[in-house]
C-alpha cells in the first residue's frame, strides 16, 4: 500500500468524522491523512469535534486554509473583499469553491496516485464531489456501491461485457456466479437500465462485485491500478444515518454539540407548546443554506455569532432571498417560524425512521445541497 496515498477530509460534520473512527477501527493497515479546510467562520463545537477526533485517531488533522497570509480577519473576509462584498448563495457559491475545493485540490497537487475516502451514506442518493485530476480516486465505504461513478460507467458499459464474464469467472466466490454471469450478459438497454444492472449484481454478492471492478481496474491508470491488494475490496458493510451516531457515541468521540436538540416555546392557538430545534450540518455558521429556523437558533444560541452574520448585509447584499437577518430577529417573525416548524416537525415526525433530530429536520425539509465534504 506504499504507492498511493490515502486521504479523508474532515468537514466538521458527523458523516466524515464518523468515516474516520469507522476506517481507522476496521481498516488500521491503511495509512490514511486527514485533512479539514478552515473557513474561520465555523462554530466552535467544530474545532472541538476535530480535536476530539486526533485523540480518538492518534493523528494530527492538518488544517488547510486558503489565503494564507492575508491580512483579512479570516480567508472568508478575504474573498469576500475580492467578490466586492456579494455574498455566496445557491447560484454563485463561490465560498465552496474558493474555502473548501481549491485549497483540497492544492493540498493533491502534483502526480502522486491519491484515494480520497467520502463519508456519503448507504441512505443517500447522491455522488458529491469528485475531483476530475486523473491521479485521484474516490471511494464510498459507507455504501453498497463504494466505487464512483465514472469507474461503474466503464466497468457496465456493453462493450466490456466479455472481459467482466470472464472476471467474474475468474475472481467470484459467493456460488451464485451462474445467475451473476446471466446478469452481466445482458446488455444495459432502456428497458434494463444500468442502475437497475448494478442493484442486481450488488445484491447477489457485494464481494464478488468489488473483486471484479478491482480487477477491472488495474487494466486502467486509476490509482488503486498501483497497488497489490486493497482492503475494502471485502467491504459489505451499508451504514446509514442511525449507525453514524452509534459510532460517533460509542467512540467517545461524541456527537457534535450543535446537532443536539434545544428547547423553545411558542404560542399556537392559545397555547403554548414546545417545540425541539438544533442545527442540521456542518460548516460555517452563516451558512446561506441553512433553514430559517436555523437561523433563528443561531440567534437564540449564538447572539454574537448572529450580530456577526448581520453586518455582512451591510453592503446590501443578504443571506436569504426577501429576507434581512434584522428582519428575521424580529420577535413576532422568529414566533411565525418556530409556528411553521414546529408544524412541520409534527407532520414529519409521524413518518419519522430516526430518533434524532436532525434526521427529522432532513425528512421535512429535504436534503441538503453538498457544499463541505460532509
Known amino acids: 500500500m506504499t504507492k498511493v496515498k490515502h486521504v479523508l477530509g474532515i468537514s466538521g460534520g458527523k458523516d466524515s468524522a464518523a468515516l474516520a473512527i469507522y476506517l481507522r477501527d476496521k481498516y488500521p493497515m491503511l495509512d490514511i491523512e486527514y485533512y479539514s479546510c478552515d473557513t474561520g467562520n465555523e462554530l466552535d463545537e467544530t474545532y472541538e469535534l476535530i480535536q476530539n477526533l486526533e485523540v480518538y485517531l492518534g493523528k494530527s488533522i492538518k488544517v488547510l486554509s486558503a489565503a494564507?497570509?492575508?491580512?483579512?480577519?479570516?480567508?472568508?473576509?478575504?474573498?469576500?473583499e475580492l467578490y466586492g462584498g456579494y455574498l455566496p448563495s445557491s447560484m454563485s457559491r463561490w465560498c465552496t469553491k474558493k474555502l473548501k475545493l481549491e485549497p483540497f485540490e492544492?493540498?493533491?497537487?502534483?502526480?502522486?496516485?491519491?484515494?480520497?475516502?467520502?463519508?456519503?451514506?448507504?441512505?443517500?442518493?447522491?455522488?458529491?464531489?469528485i475531483s476530475t485530476k486523473s491521479n485521484i480516486q474516490s471511494i464510498f465505504p459507507f455504501r453498497k456501491n463504494i466505487w464512483s461513478e465514472d469507474v461503474i460507467r466503464k466497468v457496465m458499459d456493453n462493450t466490456q461485457?466479455?472481459?467482466?464474464?470472464?472476471?467474474?469467472?475468474?475472481?467470484?466466490?459467493?456460488?451464485?456466479?451462474?445467475?451473476?454471469i446471466e446478469v452481466v450478459q445482458q446488455p444495459i438497454s432502456p428497458t434494463f437500465q444500468r442502475d437497475r444492472k448494478l442493484d442486481?449484481?450488488?445484491?447477489?454478492?457485494?464481494?464478488?462485485?468489488?473483486?471484479?471492478?478491482?480487477?477491472?481496474?488495474?487494466?486502467?491508470?486509476?490509482?488503486?491500478?498501483?497497488?497489490?491488494?486493497?482492503?475494502?475490496?471485502?467491504?459489505?458493510?451499508i451504514l446509514v444515518r442511525d449507525d453514524i451516531f452509534r459510532i460517533l457515541?460509542?467512540?467517545?468521540?461524541?456527537?457534535?454539540?450543535?446537532y443536539k436538540k434545544r428547547e423553545y416555546q411558542v404560542e399556537i392557538d392559545g397555547e403554548l407548546r414546545t417545540g425541539y430545534y438544533s442545527r442540521s450540518r456542518s460548516g460555517c455558521y452563516f451558512c446561506f443554506f441553512q433553514q430559517k429556523i436555523e437561523w433563528v437558533w443561531l440567534y437564540e444560541n449564538h447572539r454574537a455569532l448572529f450580530n456577526k452574520a448581520t453586518t455582512y448585509?451591510?453592503?446590501?447584499?443578504?443571506?436569504?432571498?426577501?429576507?434581512?437577518?434584522?428582519?428575521?430577529?424580529?420577535?413576532?417573525?422568529?414566533?411565525?417560524?418556530?409556528?411553521?416548524?414546529?408544524?412541520?416537525?409534527e407532520r414529519a415526525a409521524k413518518n419519522q425512521k430516526s430518533d434524532y433530530l436532525v434526521d427529522i429536520l432532513e425528512d421535512a425539509e429535504g436534503e441538503w445541497c453538498i457544499s463541505c465534504f460532509l
Not at 494564507?68 to 469576500?80: E, I, K, R, V, Y
Not at 457485494?206 to 486493497?230: Q, S
Request: no cysteine; net charge negative.
Open 68 to 80: 494564507d497570509g492575508s491580512p483579512a480577519n479570516s480567508p472568508f473576509d478575504h474573498f469576500l
Open 161 to 180: 461485457i466479455p472481459f467482466v464474464e470472464k472476471l467474474y469467472s475468474e475472481y467470484a466466490q459467493s456460488g451464485k456466479v451462474d445467475r451473476i
Open 200 to 237: 442486481i449484481l450488488l445484491d447477489l454478492s457485494i464481494e464478488d462485485f468489488n473483486r471484479v471492478v478491482f480487477a477491472f481496474l488495474k487494466t486502467t491508470e486509476y490509482p488503486l491500478a498501483k497497488v497489490d491488494d486493497f482492503p475494502l475490496v471485502n467491504n459489505a458493510d
Open 106 to 129: 492544492n493540498y493533491i497537487a502534483g502526480d502522486e496516485q491519491i484515494i480520497s475516502y467520502v463519508g456519503i451514506r448507504g441512505d443517500e442518493n447522491r455522488e458529491g464531489y
Open 249 to 258: 457515541e460509542q467512540s467517545g468521540v461524541g456527537v457534535p454539540a450543535y
Open 313 to 345: 448585509e451591510d453592503e446590501g447584499y443578504t443571506w436569504m432571498q426577501n429576507e434581512t437577518l434584522k428582519e428575521l430577529s424580529q420577535p413576532q417573525r422568529r414566533d411565525q417560524i418556530k409556528r411553521e416548524h414546529l408544524l412541520k416537525m
